[in-house]
Nanobody
Framework: QVQLVESGGGLVQAGGSLRLSCVAS????????MGWYRQAPGKQRESVAT???????NYRDSAKGRFTISRDNAKNTVYLQMNSLKPEDTAVYYCRETGFLRDYWGQGTQVTVSS
């Protein structure tokens, strides 16, 4: 049974930083694409950043230059380093693992940025 567990969310002031972690268990982590998504109240879930098994990354425009996604295959963990946080980054952040006929989500971690 695949399980993704996020951690690292919290309350931070604008301009601050947070580092999210997502640990995967029971999956083929090393060969799958990992991603961070977020959903703000009343809005659709959106992609924040993704990273392939080979380390290629992709970011939404608003995250470029501020967020960094990385992965440690030995620890089955994907990270999202978030710097220069803004109130509009406030959302529940979800970890996602995708592969061939595989699509798994974590339960989410709340990030709140105060102005």
């Amino acid at each position: 049974q695949v399980q993704l567990v996020e951690s690292g969310g919290g309350l931070v002031q604008a301009g601050g930083s947070l580092r999210l972690s997502c640990v995967a268990s029971g999956s083929t982590f090393s060969i799958d694409i990992m991603g961070w998504y977020r959903q703000a109240p009343g809005k659709q879930r959106e992609s924040v950043a993704t990273i392939t098994s080979g380390g290629s990354t992709n970011y939404r425009d608003s995250a470029k230059g501020r967020f960094t996604i990385s992965r440690d295959n030995a620890k089955n963990t994907v990270y999202l380093q978030m710097n220069s946080l803004k109130p509009e980054d406030t959302a529940v952040y979800y970890c996602r693992e995708t592969g061939f006929l595989r699509d798994y989500w974590g339960q989410g971690t709340q990030v709140t940025v105060s102005s």
